[in-house]
């Protein structure tokens, strides 16, 4: 069973940054796809940023372009997203996923393409 604890999240005023980490547990995190989702209320939940299980390929939705920078550690099986230039758009809950299938070739966007969440971290941001 892999869990998916986020960490990071909280109250920031516009224009500041935060980086929000994903601890992975089993030793397979390293073989697997990684995202960032987000949900803000009353909306439906939003694909953030991606990365390949080699790093090699990052994605991310035009709005957080250049604003937003997602890694891994492999050796420490955790995923970040580093935001910076946050505005109050920004304010949703956050959830780190781990993509479906070993050493997947493709970094997908749709949240049905993964299979298991973390519990998910607030992120507000005042402006």
């Known amino acids: 069973q892999v869990q998916l604890v986020e960490s990071g999240g909280g109250l920031v005023q516009a224009g500041g940054s935060l980086r929000l980490s994903c601890a992975a547990s089993?030793?397979?995190?390293?073989?697997?796809?990684m995202g960032w989702f987000r949900q803000a209320p009353g909306k439906e939940r939003e694909f953030v940023a991606a990365?390949?299980?080699?790093?090699?390929?990052?994605y991310y939705v035009d709005s957080v372009k250049g604003r937003f920078t997602i890694s891994r550690d492999n050796a420490k099986n955790t995923v970040y997203l580093r935001m910076n230039s946050l505005t109050a758009e920004d304010t949703a809950v956050y959830y780190c996923a781990r993509q479906r299938g070993y050493y997947s070739a493709s970094v997908y966007l749709d949240s049905r393409d993964y299979d298991y969440w973390g519990q998910g971290t607030q992120v507000t941001v005042s402006s």
């Open positions: 990365i390949s299980w080699s790093a090699s390929k990052t």
């Open positions: 089993g030793r397979t995190f390293s073989s697997y796809a």
